[in-house]
T-cell receptor, first 111, second 118 residues
């Protein structure tokens, strides 16, 4: 086990709704990254938080937003859900310049 | 342009044999890191091995070794003595960005599905 916990593990939402995914990072890790993995693809970088500030973002629209809390846990929020948002969402925690440890992911289905 | 290329969508290997999973990468940054992750059907990405661009030796971790050929921009994963539990998706990834307070992100390939046959 990596010590990175994500919740919920599975989620079904309706198009147009909003969703919040949660991630508890591994102890001692101050950096959290979020990835979206569509079926049959490799993960795509959404954004990264370092010491509660966003410090990098991939090619995702503003309706994908996030937070990092003082205990370094994190949330990913997606507004106005679209069918194409259906994917596995992975959270990874690490210290800078070390390997990233991933959680088990949240499988989001948008219907 | 694709930065990480994994040309083998699927690979099959007999139990106890060795297998090589291919990965080529593209970057103009002299400092980068290469990673291999295993993803079982449960979804979690499991870190296997890391190679830094300035590392002189090929990385090894137990049954995993990384065949790093910098001039050819390849970072192939070698799994020795395959086990049934090695059946999974395998992803090669490259770290981009400055580790000195800047953004780091992993760029992943499309993965290779490895099946170990008894």
């Amino acid at each position: 086990e990596t010590g990175v916990t994500q919740s919920p593990t599975h989620l079904i939402k309706t198009r147009g709704q909003q969703v919040t995914l949660r991630c508890s990072s591994q102890s001692g890790h101050n950096t959290v990254s979020w990835y979206q993995q569509a079926l049959g693809q490799g993960p795509q970088f959404i954004f990264q938080y370092y010491r509660e500030e966003e410090n990098g973002r991939g090619n995702f629209p503003p309706r994908f937003s996030g937070l990092q809390f003082p205990n370094y846990s994190s949330e990913l929020n997606v507004n106005a859900l679209e069918l194409d948002d259906s994917a596995l969402y992975l959270c990874a925690s690490h210290r800078l310049d070390t390997e990233a440890f991933f959680g088990q992911g949240t499988r989001l289905t948008v219907v | 342009a694709q930065k990480i290329t994994q040309t083998q969508p699927g690979m099959f290997v007999q139990e106890k044999e060795a297998v090589t999973l291919d990965c080529t990468y593209d970057t103009s940054d002299p400092s980068y890191g290469l990673f291999w992750y295993k993803q079982p059907s449960s979804g979690e990405m499991i870190f296997l091995i890391y190679q830094g661009s300035y590392d002189q030796q090929n990385a090894t971790e137990g049954r995993y070794s990384l065949n790093f050929q910098k001039a050819r921009k390849s970072a192939n994963l070698v799994i020795s003595a395959s086990q049934l539990g090695d059946s999974a998706m395998y992803f090669c990834a490259m770290r981009e960005g400055s580790p000195q307070g800047g953004s780091e992100k992993l760029v992943f390939g499309k993965g290779t599905k490895l099946t170990v046959n008894p």
